[in-house]
């Protein structure tokens, strides 16, 4: 069972053809470890079935903590005065306020820091796909709290706008290393941006906060030749047409429950990739191997089309109420019936 190629890859991701199965990147979200006494028989598995993209990650700052030789390269420039860890961690605020935003700002961390890139990492001739959690949203609740965060856009909205440009700012200087080091094909960001029944914010606050910085980041990744892959959390419906229109080309989860499959299938199949993600809330947990079986069916029957611009996965990090039997069950039927669906469409 060979990866698929680099040059496979592209064109599924790009819409110019389905390779001879569905892409397969179930060992993104999944650590063997995780399944305890069955840790031995999942890395089994993991090993028998391919992973079709080469996931290489990147080193992002600390809130707090910075490496000895390079005191900056962290998001804030003090230390941390009092312990969060009492705290849920959305609660945590680490920016209180926004009095010392210019510090911030002047000793802001560099893309350019060598210990990055020092790190030599071979092409095996599979897609090569940089990621990293947290980018704009995250990133801003995780040092200002959420309740803060979701505030910010009508009380501070000139400091958010700086902080979410030097952001950007960082990040597209991340996306250009990458490339210059790795010889990326892809870029993976994650940024939760809905809730299990609506987004988190207005269209307005979307496109004033999030839609001009997004945009900067997708025309950097295409400016190196990369594609953009974007993991969102929740129902994030509303949001879909102005991410195809800034240029994100794979899409994570389009979660289960939160929106329709089969609606965003009709709607934006054809638009972009979809990055889908199997149902760890639910099918997983408590679903039996016939569940599983027939979701995966249910995924695939929905999604996959003759030019591609389909690729399975979990939706989020596999849990340890994840049977074994599940976790075989969902490879098994992505790559067999996987195959057998391309076959059907190509003819």
């Given amino acids: 069972m060979k990866p698929l190629t680099r040059e496979e890859m592209i064109s599924v991701i790009e819409g110019k053809g389905a390779a001879d199965r569905i892409p397969m990147m179930y060992h993104f979200w999944t650590n063997a470890d995780t399944f305890g006494e069955n840790a031995p028989l999942a890395r089994k598995y993991l090993e028998e079935y391919p992973m079709d993209v080469q996931s290489i990650g990147v080193w992002m700052p600390d809130t707090y903590n910075a490496p000895a030789d390079n005191p900056r390269y962290r998001w804030l420039s003090r230390d941390k005065v009092i312990n969060p860890a009492s705290k849920a961690i959305d609660s945590q605020i680490a920016i209180e306020n926004w009095d010392y935003l210019d510090e911030i700002i002047e000793n802001f961390p560099n893309a350019d820091y060598p210990a990055i890139w020092n790190n030599e990492i071979p092409s095996d001739g599979r897609y090569r796909l940089m990621s990293w959690c947290y980018w704009l949203f995250e990133r801003h609740w995780s040092l200002r709290g959420m309740e803060n965060a979701l505030t910010d856009y009508y009380i501070y909205p000139e400091e958010t706008h700086r902080l979410f440009d030097a952001l950007t700012t960082f990040y597209c200087g991340i996306i250009e290393n990458g490339k210059k080091h790795y010889n990326l094909d892809g870029v993976f960001i994650t940024d939760d941006i809905g809730t299990q029944t609506a987004p988190f914010f207005s269209m307005e606050?979307?496109?004033?906060?999030?839609?001009?910085?997004?945009?900067?980041?997708?025309?950097?990744?295409?400016?190196?030749?990369?594609h953009l892959w974007m993991h969102a959390c929740g129902n994030i419906e509303?949001?879909?047409?102005?991410?195809?229109?800034?240029?994100?080309?794979?899409?994570?989860?389009?979660?289960?429950?939160?929106?329709?499959?089969?609606?965003?299938?009709k709607k934006y199949g054809d638009k972009l990739c979809i990055f889908a993600g199997f149902d760890v809330q639910q099918a997983i947990p408590y679903g039996t191997v016939e569940d599983v079986r027939n979701e995966i069916h249910f995924l695939i029957d929905t999604y996959a089309r003759?030019?591609?611009?389909?690729?399975?996965?979990?939706?989020?990090?596999?849990?340890?109420?994840?049977?074994?039997?599940s976790l075989y069950t969902?490879?098994?039927?992505?790559?067999?019936?996987?195959?057998?669906?391309?076959?059907?469409?190509?003819?």
């Fill in 306 to 325: 003759k030019d591609g611009r389909l690729i399975l996965t979990m939706g989020n990090g596999i849990t340890p109420d994840c049977p074994i039997e």
């Fill in 330 to 347: 969902l490879l098994k039927e992505s790559y067999e019936y996987g195959t057998e669906k391309i076959r059907q469409l190509k003819k």
């Fill in 205 to 226: 606050v979307f496109d004033e906060f999030f839609k001009p910085y997004y945009k900067r980041v997708a025309d950097c990744a295409h400016k190196n030749n990369m």
């Fill in 238 to 265: 509303l949001f879909i047409p102005s991410l195809i229109e800034i240029g994100v080309d794979v899409l994570h989860p389009i979660q289960k429950h939160t929106m329709s499959e089969i609606e965003i299938a």
